[in-house]
């Protein structure tokens, strides 16, 4: 469970606004993911996975290994929620990718940061 609470001043109207604290404040949704960008916020979050050595969702998402590559994680992502491989996956397909990505983190299912 995540808490965050809401403080005057905090969020985004900062004179100095400081896009990672924008982005972590995002990933605990304390806005809409879609003012963010689903596959921005996806990404940032399987960099920080990364960087911090939390490879769970590799074997939550049935992938060969760890990646770096935001797109081939959605993409694999959106084919297995479809229950089909496609040759090209559109820009809704990845969207869709990362909401369940970023779902799975929220849950608990990927790890913490």
Not at 6 to 32: F, H, I, W
Not at 40 to 65: I, K, M, P, T, W
Not at 93 to 104: I, R
Request: some cysteine; hydrophobic content about 35%; glycine content about 6%.
């Amino acid at each position: 469970r995540i808490y965050c609470y809401d403080t005057p001043g905090v969020s985004l109207m900062k004179q100095k606004n400081d896009p990672e604290r924008n982005t972590k404040l995002a990933l605990l949704k304390t806005m809409p993911d879609h003012f963010a960008g689903e596959v921005y916020l996806a990404d940032y979050l399987l960099y920080r996975l990364n960087r911090d050595r939390c490879f769970h969702y590799v074997d939550e998402l049935q992938l060969s290994g760890p990646t770096d590559d935001v797109r081939e994680l959605c993409s694999h992502i959106a084919a297995t929620l479809s229950h089909k491989i496609q040759s090209q996956v559109y820009w809704a397909e990845l969207c869709s990718g990362a909401a369940f990505f970023l779902e799975l983190w929220r849950k608990g299912k990927i790890g913490k940061l």
